[in-house]
């Protein structure tokens, strides 16, 4: 992992956060296998359960030999959280996410290679938000995804030029969901009914690119030169449903009721 925060070239757009380089391995051509974590962790609280278990595994080799490769990383995650106050079977929330990466490396010649990965990342808590003053039917149903998929071919000339074309796509989505329709209320001792608000995100980013790696020129010193090309289109939709909850006080009476007006869903995009 490289990280530029400032001074970056300008080929890489207007990221004003930043820049973030992220370069994975390849096989070779020996099979290799290799696992860890894979005895989760346990705890005592209402009886033995499983705490956290993060387990990953990394499988690579040959397509075939001298030609082409793979790496598989696969990488999972459970956790549980147990509150000792509320009732049995509505007392814990669970955590399930996995990721995995699957990469090939293919020598169409012998001045010639692409490469081609798939990156694939999912998360879901079904009672998001639980806790003692806050019971299930309370809590959100969250999920969450994302995929990267890219494609590079490289070109080597014989007279020491190099050209270089990828095409990336990538999707983001998240979404929190109440448990019901039953009326939010917040009192001195907690809530109770469903939560008011749903939300839907959605976003992508598609990229062509292409660079060409001149000769090096040599005047007053050695001077590298490179040029290129970058299309990008950028989707973002976005929805929000909010429905009126109720305040209340010590004693079950109202202290004031909050409504809203929705918004239509909200979906710009843009292409630089």
Do not use: C
């Not at 757009?13 to 099979?31: A, E, F, N, Q, Y």
């Not at 296998?33 to 990394?58: C, H, Q, Y």
């Not at 998001?128 to 890219?150: C, E, F, K, Q, W």
């Not at 000769?215 to 299309?231: C, F, M, R, S, Y």
């Amino acid at each position: 992992a490289e990280v530029a925060g400032s001074r970056y070239s300008t080929e890489f757009g207007k990221g004003s956060g930043g820049v973030i380089s992220l370069r994975t391995g390849m096989g070779d051509d020996h099979w290799r296998v290799t696992a860890t974590d894979f005895v989760p962790s346990m705890e005592l609280r209402k009886g033995p359960n499983i705490s956290g278990w993060t387990p990953r595994g990394i499988v690579s080799g040959p397509i075939r030999s001298g030609k082409a490769w793979f790496v598989d990383a696969l990488e999972g995650e459970y956790d549980q959280t147990i509150f000792l106050e509320l009732p049995t079977r509505a007392d814990r929330n669970y955590v399930w996410r996995g990721s995995n990466l699957a990469k090939a490396q293919f020598n169409l010649a012998q001045n010639n290679n692409l490469t081609i990965s798939l990156l694939v990342n999912a998360l879901v808590s079904p009672r998001s938000g639980l806790d003692p003053l806050d019971p299930v039917s309370t809590t959100l149903r969250y999920s969450t995804n994302a995929y990267i998929l890219s494609a590079k071919d490289q070109h080597l000339f014989h007279n020491g030029m190099l050209l270089e074309a990828g095409l990336a796509t990538s999707n983001f989505y998240s979404r929190f969901l109440p448990r019901g329709d039953q009326t939010y209320i917040v009192n001195p001792n907690g809530t109770n009914g469903n939560f008011y608000a749903a939300t839907h995100n959605q976003g992508s980013r598609t990229e062509v690119t292409a660079n060409l790696f001149l000769l090096p020129l040599h005047a007053e010193g050695k001077h590298e030169v490179k040029v290129g090309i970058d299309t990008d289109r950028l989707d973002d939709h976005q929805e929000f449903t909010r429905k009126p909850y109720r305040v209340e006080r010590v004693d079950g009476t109202r202290s004031r009721s909050v409504s809203f007006t929705n918004a239509p869903p909200f979906t710009r995009y843009d292409v630089e």
